[in-house]
């Protein structure tokens, strides 16, 4: 089966169209494929060769880390772009192989010029000391995260240079601590960090202080010495 489009979405419908006992189908061929969609879908070894090769440029991914290892197996030096978005069985989030799965994963994108890991589950529960991404370009952070493991995650990751953080409403336990934290910062950070960071978006709800975002707003600038852009977004809802 040979396709002309430039993009092909696969996902769990497809998955049990193509391997449907009752239908034999041709090795599939996308000799014009440039953009490729994984939706929580693990595939085969024969897949996996006919897709991850020339002309494909960009891979986002949506699904379990486990898959997203085997998927790396194939070479993927050729990329221009990988994108992920890791999901977790239900009520459960990572394991402790966890962080030792993302660096070997992140080992793995040397010549990829965009890698873009969008988290919105809560595993940052992880020594930050642990961790290895020197690859890693686009970070956006979707749920709740303590501010001090923000700086740390900062530090850790020197060649990040784009930085997106939606700000949840914590309890005011949480928000002191933070506060108190981000007053002392320079007892923790004396001088700012090596992050090549150049682009920071900050989106709150109408439910976050102003006065507590401007001030980490500022902290951050100071942190993030070669920061060219700030975009903040409050009030609307975070999902853009």
Known sequence: MRLAGDKFKYCWSDEAYLRSES??????????LNNLII??????????????????????YH?????????????????????LKLAFKK???????FIGSINELFRKTENIKVVHWEIDSNIFRFDTNRINWPHLTHLTIRTAI???MLFKIIAAVPNLNYLSLHLFTA???????DAMFLDNL???????????????????????SHEYVAFLQNKLQWFLPLLENVVVKGKGRFFV
Request: glycine residues 4%; aromatic residues 4%.
């Open 91 to 97: 009520d459960r989030g990572p394991d402790a192989s």
């Open 146 to 148: 303590k501010i001090d």
């Open 63 to 83: 699904g379990l880390l486990k898959d997203l290892l085997v998927l790396c197996r194939q070479n993927i030096s050729g990329l221009d772009e990988l994108s």
């Open 186 to 208: 320079k007892q923790a950070y004396p001088v700012p960090s090596a992050s090549e960071i150049k682009t920071l978006a900050l989106h709150y709800s109408r439910f976050m």
């Open 23 to 32: 239908t034999k189908l041709p090795k599939l061929e996308f000799p014009k």
């Open 171 to 177: 309890t005011e336990n949480a928000m002191e601590e």
């Open 39 to 60: 939706d929580h879908t693990l595939l085969n070894s024969a897949e996996r060769q006919s897709l991850l090769r020339a002309p494909l440029k960009r891979i986002n």
